[in-house]
């Protein structure tokens, strides 16, 4: 069980950067708080992608992970759609200690979606 959770834990952590950080273009990001465009579904769509294939590496039975994977794109997408509008109007370079936080807020909100995932995945296998 420790192989496992230690695998979904560090195969989340980096799907969630690469997603971030290396697969977000500018019309993603330029998408994330207009229920019209997109840029925030298909956002959500990459990760619940990379999600896909960190489950199947952790052998999760189909059902769960298809399930697991149609809720990470709403959860996602919500989040991100949430942290346009609470954070809007607020720079780093103006206001860094309320930029900061609110992106902590957004970061810890993702990851305890990963600690769901990882909950959900065990409890597929009857480890929890």
């Known amino acids: 069980m420790v192989g496992l959770f230690f695998l979904l834990f560090i195969g989340l952590e980096l799907k969630h950067y690469i997603a971030d950080y ?3 273009p500018g019309w993603m990001l330029g998408g994330k708080g207009d229920f019209r ?3 925030g579904y298909a956002h959500a769509g990459v ?3 990379l999600t896909a294939l960190v489950l199947l590496l952790a052998g999760t ?3 769960w992970l298809a399930g697991i994977v149609v809720a990470e794109v709403v959860v996602h997408y919500l989040l991100d759609y949430s942290k346009i509008h609470y954070s809007r109007g607020v720079h780093v370079d ?3 200690r309320r930029f900061w936080s609110l992106h902590g807020l957004d970061q810890i909100t993702h990851q305890l979606t990963y600690a769901a995932i990882i909950y959900a995945v ?3 296998k009857g480890l929890v």
Do not use: D
């Open 22 to 24: 290396f697969l977000q």
């Open 37 to 39: 465009k997109t840029g």
């Open 47 to 49: 990760h619940a992608a």
């Open 61 to 63: 039975p189909l059902p």
């Open 94 to 96: 103006t206001q860094p």
């Open 122 to 124: 065990l409890a597929s």
